[in-house]
C-alpha cells in the first residue's frame, strides 16, 4: 500500500528523475551524471520496491504475475501522464518500470529462499 502510494504522488508531484538528480548533484562522483541517466536510473528503482513488497504480501502470485500487474500499473502511470501538465508519457519508463519490477520479483525470490528451511 505505501509502495503504491509512492507511485501515486510521482505520478502526480515532479518527475523522480528530477528529484534524483538533484540529489546527485549533491554526491561526489555522481554530480557528473547527465539527466537522462539519472532519470533512467529513476525509472528502474522505482518499482524496485513496488514489486519486492507485492511479492512480500502476496506470496502466493507467482513472481510472473507480480511482474506483469507491476508492468500493467505502470502503463497505467503512463497512460495518466498524458493528460498531466509538465508530465511526458513515454514507452522507454514503462521498459525501466518494468525492468526494476523484475529486479524486485527477484530479490524476493532470492530472499523468501534463503528464509525457507531446508528440508531434511
Request: proline content about 10%; overall charge positive.
Amino acid at each position: 500500500m505505501v509502495a503504491a502510494l509512492g507511485v501515486v504522488a510521482l505520478t502526480v508531484g515532479p518527475p523522480p528523475g528530477e528529484l534524483l538528480f538533484g540529489l546527485a548533484r549533491s554526491v561526489p562522483g555522481l554530480d557528473g551524471l547527465p539527466p537522462t541517466t539519472v532519470e533512467r536510473a529513476a525509472n528502474v528503482l522505482l518499482f524496485v520496491p513496488v514489486a519486492l513488497l507485492f511479492s512480500a504480501s502476496a506470496p502466493r502470485l507467482p513472481g510472473v504475475l507480480v511482474w506483469l500487474i507491476c508492468t500493467g500499473a505502470s502503463a497505467a502511470v503512463e497512460t495518466a501522464q498524458l493528460v498531466l501538465p509538465g508530465r511526458e508519457a513515454t514507452l522507454r519508463d514503462v521498459v525501466l518500470n518494468s525492468a526494476g519490477a523484475a529486479i524486485g520479483v527477484m530479490l524476493h525470490a532470492v530472499v523468501s529462499r534463503r528464509r525457507s528451511p531446508s528440508p531434511g
